[in-house]
């Protein structure tokens, strides 16, 4: 069969699909084994892909489990089926997070392969890779979608078109999130929303955790939806406080029901069965209409793929149908593909140590390149260790400023506010038995480092004026399936030494970002791409082609940002829905020719959907030194200020939507 410029041809006994490229390239050759084992060609590429968790970056070499209802991660091949060889792999939540096998496979040499419903692993530890099915599920129609494409973004929007796109999340969900573990009193509950509006720490959003885990938490043991009233005495009451603080309220929810299906619109006898979403969704009303922002799933490792799809849908459909015009929150700590059309992700329980902060950006590119862009970590990592100092909070604070979830959570969880570290006390320090014994607790003389608050008010204060951009990239990631946290491979496909690193990243098209993840650094060595980069710190430019080494002190983590690039900045913020008449900053930085789109919306509601948004485009044509600015969709006035990377003053203009011409 000719196919685009290629061919595809099929044998039979044993079932085989080899697709070959125009110029006689193989791009891949899938044979089914009589014992139902699947395998399909490596080839050359680095192998990307497959959701959270597992050997890092490459994928090459490793064993991934793919989930099947017993618990992450694992599996049962049955031995006596020909040609069967147990897989081994190790499962390291403490440094990568919970293991979220996604089978959908990308290669650095053009080609992707998603799996539809396999049950077993991926044993890619061979020259060919193989996918060993679980004998304990039994025979299953498969669907295997191949994707063959030279360039990564064709790749990615072939993946959102089989499994969904994503969603655009609630604008305030991109802001500082603050998670909040054993609770003391309503008034301290309140008072920390009026402490971080006294220090002018910009937040939007407090998570509280649900008893169980916490001998104070929201509700009043696991699985349940009733307020703690030592806690939450008057919870709307409460709430609204919150809400005037201009703060969200997320709560944490765990125990769902084990073979959960259907969905909330169900009805009649089948809306009654405890497995029903409907019914469970039923269960969460009263405390949500209450003014509850959005929810926090926790603990489905026991979910088949198909129950955890209905526990992703349920908390996307079930808000809506009570605030139908408000976009919903979720985020889940159990995956599967298809999760991007309905929420979050996060990586589970890591230890707060330094080789976990290193995991974890790796962690997080691949879960990007499986077509999953809003996820993140605890900042500070969960569960509390002596490594847990000032500074490695302020490093993977540094690191979850320019991740799209932006929540520091963690036991001993008074540590885990910007101005924690400054207090001379631990707060509570929630041992539980598991993984943390009492007196594991960092160095006292460790709560008197006055450094840690203002650097992370520095970088909460340039996430928000960063808004503009991280919006524009999640509008981007719900047209196109292109993820926020990039590889460098989605950009720089044709230069092997960016394809490899996975230690560096880009955040969203333009700007570079390189996490310091070494103790006592002192220097960041990092790459850049092809092309001309501006230290965004201090302008300075590199070429790039190059591994460089930048000096680095506490307050800084190297960023740069492409020649070409147009960036729009916005005003500091304390939350994403203050005002303000500040204009809109566009900063060029010139060498090359280049474009953004901005995009603009209500940040709450669905009427984006039906055409009501704002984009400002702008082109700058090097070559002449000149910018053209236009509104392709969209109407209305709107201040700018635009000037060079390089220096000059400012250009102040007042944008009316018509195009306009800018000489510098």
């Known amino acids: 069969m000719a196919w685009s410029g290629g061919k595809v041809e099929v044998s039979t006994d044993p079932l085989v699909v080899a697709v070959t490229a125009g110029d006689g390239r193989s791009c891949q050759r899938l044979s089914i084994e009589r014992n139902g084992e699947i395998r399909f060609a490596l080839g050359h590429g680095r192998l990307f892909g497959l959701g959270q968790g597992g050997q890092q970056f490459d994928r090459r070499g490793g064993v991934f489990p793919l989930v099947n209802g017993q618990g992450e991660g694992e599996i049962s091949v049955d031995m006596n089926q020909p040609g069967a060889r147990a897989p081994h792999y190790d499962f390291d939540l403490a440094h990568e997070g919970a293991r979220v096998t996604i089978p959908w496979i990308v290669s650095s040499g053009g080609w992707a392969i998603f799996f539809h419903r396999p049950y077993g ?10 996918l060993i099915p679980d004998a304990s599920v039994g025979a299953s129609p498969l669907d295997a979608f191949l994707v063959v494409a030279h360039d990564p973004a064709q790749i990615m929007r072939e993946y959102a078109a089989i499994t969904g796109f994503p969603h655009l999340p609630p604008l305030w969900s991109l802001g500082y999130m603050q998670s909040r573990r054993t609770l003391e009193s309503r008034e301290a509950v309140l008072d920390e929303a009026r402490e971080f509006r006294r220090r002018r720490l910009p937040c939007d959003t407090f998570i509280y955790l649900g008893t169980g885990f916490t001998t104070g938490g929201w509700n009043v043991g696991h699985g349940k939806f009733e307020f703690n009233e030592s806690i939450f005495p008057d919870p709307k009451t409460m709430i609204d406080r919150l809400h005037d603080d201009n703060l969200r309220v997320v709560l944490h929810v765990v125990d769902p029901p084990l073979h959960l299906s259907g969905t909330v619109d169900d009805t009649g006898a089948i809306a009654q069965h405890p497995d029903n979403a409907a019914r469970y969704w039923n269960e969460h009303r009263a405390v949500s209409r209450l003014g509850v922002d959005g ?6 490792d026991m979910l088949d793929p198909a129950a955890r799809l209905a526990r992703f849908r349920m908390y996307w459909d079930g808000p809506i149908q ?11 700590r159990n995956g599967y593909a298809g999760i991007q059309r309905y929420g979050w992700l996060w990586s589970g329980d890591v230890d707060s140590t330094w080789d976990t902060l290193a995991m974890q950006v790796p962690v997080g590119l691949n879960t990007g390149l499986t077509g999953i862009p809003y996820w993140g970590t605890d ?12 500074e490695l909070f302020v490093r993977w604070f540094q690191f979850g400023a320019f991740c799209p979830s932006f ?16 207090t001379g006390e631990y707060g509570p320090e929630e041992f539980d038995g598991s993984r943390l014994v009492p007196g594991k607790l960092p160095d006292r003389r460790e709560l008197h480092n006055a450094e840690v608050e203002p650097i992370c008010k520095a970088y909460l204060e340039l996430r928000y004026r960063l808004m503009p951009y991280l919006y524009s990239a999640a509008r981007e990631a719900h047209a196109t399936g292109m993820p926020i946290m990039r590889a460098l491979w989605l950009h720089y496909a044709s230069d092997p030494n960016a394809v490899a690193r996975g230690d560096e990243y880009l955040w969203g098209r333009d700007i570079l970002v390189a996490p310091v993840v070494e103790k006592g650094a002192t220097s960041r060595t990092l790459y850049l791409p092809h092309g001309t980069w501006f230290d965004f710190w201090t302008g300075a430019q590199q070429q790039g082609g190059r591994e460089i080494t930048r000096p680095v002190d506490l307050r800084t983590v190297p960023i740069y940002v492409r020649a070409g690039a147009i960036i729009p900045t916005g005003p500091v913020k304390q939350h994403t829905a203050e005002t303000s008449d500040a204009p809109l900053t566009l900063t060029i930085y010139p060498g090359a020719d280049g474009a953004t789109e901005v995009y603009e919306d209500d940040g709450v509601s669905f009427a984006h959907e039906t055409g009501t948004y704002r984009t400002i485009a702008a082109h700058w044509r090097d070559a002449e030194r000149r910018l053209v600015v236009s509104s392709p969709h969209g109407s209305g006035t709107r201040k700018l200020a635009i000037g060079l990377a390089t220096g000059g003053a400012m250009r102040d203009i007042v944008f009316e939507g018509k195009e306009l011409s800018l000489q510098f």
Do not use: Q
């Open 295 to 300: 929810w926090w799933p926790d603990v489905g």
């Open 121 to 130: 692993a991926f044993d890619l530890s061979g020259d060919e890779g193989r």
């Open 407 to 422: 929540r520091a959570h963690g036991r001993t969880w008074k540590l885990r506010l910007p101005w924690g570290w400054n």
């Open 379 to 390: 900042i500070g990592g969960f569960v509390t260790t002596p490594e847990l100092t000032g």
């Open 322 to 332: 009570d605030r139908p015009d408000e976009r919903p929150f979720a985020l889940h």
